[in-house]
């Protein structure tokens, strides 16, 4: 859990509104109840306060409540409560929690971990991308809790390491996220393979499409508890677009930013662009870490610690990276490539301003994409502050962006790259595509590798047990470069970086 690794952190926010009970009042076992003391968490927050009553009553539960909220908790709890006292038999554990990601998987046992054992009872993770063994020794050890990925965990069972007759509550965390990734099917079998009469958790953002369908199927008159989103947290995060001339000037942005703000995240579309944005900023003394799916478990796991204890201040990710991966105090969201679109921009911004903290996020565009990235902004319900990065005073703190700028210019047309009104300077960026080749030669030259886009249809690890070792998955959009003849680029060599942005969307395979 992160609070571990960042003790004076916690702010004391929607959960120290002690407006209902405390924890112990609650009925939770006592040794849970210390340990929590030991980290600091003594009040629940409104969804915990909402979610832990019903849900030790046996009730299913639909829970909606932004990131940041304590949802973990609020439905680990009761599972805690509900299994201690008795033990799992070898394959049999009694609690399935499922998480879309490798990374929420950790997180989540990180978070449950402490509590599990003041309450005598095991855990076990279960995600692609590692060895089956300790996994198969974990389960046959009689975990009471399996924290799991859909596809590995699909497969165990059906290996007849991890078996479902005990099961006596499956929670859905990240549902949304479960279906964007296209485990509706997975998950849907998941729990037709649970006990009927289980109880079952559902939390997700939103609770339309597929997570509608799961909730119609699987969940019995469950007890919906929506939280509204700024009910008891003040959380603000403060939006900023920034005009850049080009690639170039983007990696100067990005510098200038994470010096100002203590810790950042920075998105990037491709992993390889992650790994040269992490690379360039280490140029510039910038002690900085990738995330992504290029990399191995162990690598990301060491990645992720060496930012969340404060080894390294920034740290560049991928879309896998976005959803779920809880960090406190994270200050700054940067998006270096903007994001597909108006959901994936909320998901990204939500690593900040979490816990009733606040945040600031800076979308960094060239004045060709402006026009894209304000609609997307529109679309995602956000105002910004838009600010053009030769007129912006440095340091580029969330005060000093706060104070500067202008309002956002109004949604326009797209069309060229040539002066527009209303950006900030109110003139064209003024240098063109080209005055930006050649000056770092090794970084802006090189093209984007669309086949390689980091934004899959699910994570490869997480696959459907059926897929063999060597396929890569489909992107979500295979058909999309056929489509749109207008995308070849036409020396197909010095292509602009520019080029390819608004894609955003890998094509075909992406390779390992
Ligand atoms: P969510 O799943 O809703 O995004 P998390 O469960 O990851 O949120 O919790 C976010 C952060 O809030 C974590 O660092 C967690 O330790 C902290 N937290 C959770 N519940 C409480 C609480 N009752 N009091 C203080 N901090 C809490
Ligand atoms: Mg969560």
């Known amino acids: 859990m992160s609070s571990s690794d960042a003790p004076s952190t916690l702010p004391t926010t929607p959960a120290s509104a002690p407006a209902g009970p405390s924890f112990a009042e609650l009925g939770?076992?006592?040794?849970?109840?210390?340990?929590?003391?030991?980290?600091?968490?003594?009040?629940?927050?409104?969804?915990?306060?909402?979610?832990i009553p019903d849900a030790l009553a046996g009730n299913d539960v639909l829970g909606r409540a932004k990131t940041g909220s304590g949802k973990t908790l609020a439905f680990g709890l009761p599972i805690l409560k509900r299994l201690s006292g008795t033990r799992s038999?070898?394959?049999?554990?009694?609690?399935?929690?499922?998480?879309?990601?490798?990374?929420?998987?950790?997180?989540?046992?990180?978070?449950?971990?402490?509590?599990a054992f003041a309450a005598r009872l095991k855990l076990a993770t279960v995600y692609g991308g590692t060895s089956y063994d300790r996994q198969i020794k974990q389960l046959r050890a009689g975990a009471d809790i399996v924290v799991a990925t859909p596809g590995r965990l699909?497969?165990?069972?059906?290996?007849?390491?991890?078996?479902?007759?005990?099961?006596?509550?499956?929670?859905?965390?990240?549902?949304?996220?479960?279906?964007?990734?296209?485990?509706?099917?997975?998950?849907?079998?998941?729990?037709?393979?649970?006990?009927?009469?289980?109880?079952?958790?559902?939390?997700?953002?939103?609770?339309?499409?597929?997570?509608?369908?799961?909730?119609?199927?699987?969940?019995?008159?469950?007890?919906?508890?929506?939280?509204?989103?700024?009910?008891?947290?003040?959380?603000?995060?403060?939006?900023?677009?920034?005009?850049?001339?080009?690639?170039?000037?983007?990696?100067?942005?990005?510098?200038?930013?994470?010096?100002?703000?203590?810790?950042?995240?920075?998105?990037?579309?491709?992993?390889?662009?992650?790994?040269?944005?992490?690379?360039?900023l280490g140029e510039r003394d910038i002690e900085a870490v990738d995330l992504h799916g290029n990399l191995s478990q162990r690598v990301r796991e060491r990645n992720l610690h060496k930012f969340s204890s404060g080894k390294a201040r920034a740290v560049v990710a991928t879309d896998v990276a976005a959803r779920g991966i809880h960090v406190d105090n994270v200050d700054l969201v940067v998006h270096f490539d903007a994001p597909n679109d108006a959901k994936a921009y909320l998901h990204r911004s939500g690593r900040t301003a979490r816990a009733g903290e606040s945040g600031t996020v800076v979308t960094i565009t060239t004045p060709r994409?402006?026009?894209?990235?304000?609609?997307?902004?529109?679309?995602?319900?956000?105002?910004?502050?838009?600010?053009?990065?030769?007129?912006?005073p440095r340091p580029m703190t969330s005060e000093t962006l706060a104070?500067?700028?202008?309002?956002?210019?109004?949604?326009?047309?797209?069309?060229?790259?040539?002066?527009?009104?209303?950006?900030?300077?109110?003139?064209?960026?003024g240098r063109s595509q080209g005055g930006y080749r050649g000056q770092r030669p090794t970084y802006s030259e090189r093209r984007p590798r669309r086949d390689?886009?980091?934004?899959?249809?699910?994570?490869?690890?997480?696959?459907?047990?059926?897929?063999?070792?060597?396929?890569?998955?489909e992107s979500g959009k295979p058909a999309e470069r056929r489509t749109r003849p207008g995308a070849t680029r036409p020396d197909g060599k010095k292509a602009r970086w520019s080029a390819d942005k608004k894609r955003g969307t890998g094509n075909g395979a992406r390779r390992g």
């Open 403 to 429: 104070e500067s700028g202008t309002e956002a210019p109004a949604v326009r047309a797209s069309g060229g790259s040539g002066p527009r009104n209303g950006r900030p300077g109110g003139r064209s960026q």
């Open 154 to 280: 699909q497969d165990l069972m059906d290996r007849g390491q991890c078996l479902t007759d005990d099961i006596e509550v499956t929670v859905l965390d990240e549902a949304d996220h479960l279906c964007d990734l296209g485990f509706y099917p997975a998950v849907d079998a998941l729990l037709q393979q649970t006990p009927a009469g289980s109880q079952r958790m559902l939390l997700s953002a939103t609770l339309d499409g597929d997570v509608d369908r799961l909730v119609r199927t699987h969940l019995r008159d469950p007890q919906l508890h929506e939280l509204d989103p700024n009910a008891g947290a003040v959380t603000t995060m403060d939006h900023h677009v920034m005009v850049v001339g080009g690639f170039r000037d983007k990696v100067d942005a990005v510098t200038a930013l994470v010096e100002a703000n203590a810790r950042s995240i920075i998105f990037t579309r491709t992993r390889e662009g992650a790994t040269e944005l992490r690379d360039a």
């Open 89 to 115: 038999k070898p394959k049999h554990p009694r609690a399935l929690i499922i998480v879309p990601t490798r990374e929420l998987a950790t997180q989540v046992r990180r978070s449950l971990e402490p509590l």
């Open 452 to 473: 390689r886009d980091d934004r899959p249809a699910r994570t490869w690890e997480d696959r459907p047990a059926r897929a063999t070792r060597d396929e890569r998955p």
């Open 28 to 51: 939770l076992p006592e040794k849970v109840v210390e340990a929590l003391a030991g980290m600091k968490i003594t009040h629940p927050t409104p969804v915990q306060a909402a979610v």
């Open 369 to 392: 994409q402006l026009d894209e990235v304000a609609r997307l902004q529109s679309r995602a319900g956000v105002q910004s502050r838009h600010h053009d990065i030769r007129t912006t």
